[in-house]
């Protein structure tokens, strides 16, 4: 039985998943977007989203906490210095999983995991689909309006 079993152990020992949750953690922050499995996506979601969340306060604490998950300077940098600033009025929600299929080998699922951020071509859509809306209520109401005729006299002139 599984109770209170909350995460994926990804079939590896504490110290190793940890490090090599660090290790992709770091390497999300450096690239923007990596390719992997989706179990190990899933867990780098729940091992990032924290870390997103504390570097939008950039506090000496708060510096060497997310420090001593990645262990890394350049990375710890980068997070504080450039993705904060992008994620900084977004409540939530910073990674993307996109799946891309499976794998030859063994058939495993693979996907890539992105910071929502940075994916350019997805920014755009989504500027383009806010500027393409119309209201189509009050545009049929207006419709209805221009082909009914307003008084007796213009139907009657028809």
Known sequence: MRHNKKFNHLGRKTAHRKAMLSNMAISL????????????????QVYVEPLLTKAKDDTTHSRRTVFSYLQNKEAVTELFQNISQKIADRPGGYTRILRTGF????NAEMCIIELVDYNENMLKEKAAKKAARTRRAGAAKKAVKAETPATAEEAAAE
Do not use: E
């Open 103 to 106: 794998r030859l080998g063994d």
């Open 29 to 44: 922050i450096q690239h923007k977007r990596i390719a992997t499995t989706l179990a190990k996506a899933k867990a780098l």
